[in-house]
């Protein structure tokens, strides 16, 4: 099956500044307020980093490489299960709207995951995206100070 088929792609107009949303997605500290805490996190190609997460019942650990960075603009990273075939890639692009910022994302390579472990089916994903990307990143930002 080809990587990017049945790709996750959510674009969402933020209301804060890109580099407010910038900080967001790419520090460490910044990150774990609103989406994991990913200690190892660094906003380099080539860095590795991992985290657990999935549901309460059966954790996943998380293991991740950045493989593209362009600061304030794109930040990708590969996203893999220890233990489980498969790996996909998450990509977040942003686009300068004045006091406003769009965000993309695209998350590809989920059909290479393990179709009999339903806690890998796409849906699950689109869900945690949808909630990850239009509820808590937004009522992050609504926080910060500006």
Same mark, same amino acid.
Do not use: H, R, S, V
């Given at each position: 099956m080809s990587q990017d088929a049945n790709p996750i792609e959510l674009e969402k107009l933020l209301d804060a500044p890109i580099d407010i949303v910038w900080r967001a997605i790419a520090e460490r500290d910044v990150m774990k307020q609103w989406y994991f805490d990913v200690p190892a996190f660094e906003a380099r190609v080539g860095a590795l980093f991992e985290f657990s997460g999935g549901p309460p019942e059966r954790q996943y650990r998380h293991l991740c490489e950045v493989l593209e960075v362009v600061p304030g603009k794109v930040l990708a990273y590969s996203w893999r299960y220890d233990g489980y075939a498969g790996n996909s890639r998450l990509r977040f692009e942003l686009f300068d709207k004045g006091e406003k910022t769009l965000l993309r994302l695209s998350h590809t390579g989920i059909p290479t995951f393990p179709a009999d472990?339903? @806690? %890998? #089916? !796409? &849906?699950? %994903?689109?869900? &945690?995206? @949808? #909630? !990850? !990307?239009? =509820?808590?990143?937004?009522? %992050?930002? #609504? =926080?910060c100070v500006r």
């Open positions: 472990n339903p @806690d %890998f #089916a !796409i &849906g699950n %994903f689109a869900m &945690g995206w @949808d #909630a !990850i !990307i239009n =509820t808590e990143l937004p009522k %992050f930002l #609504a =926080t």
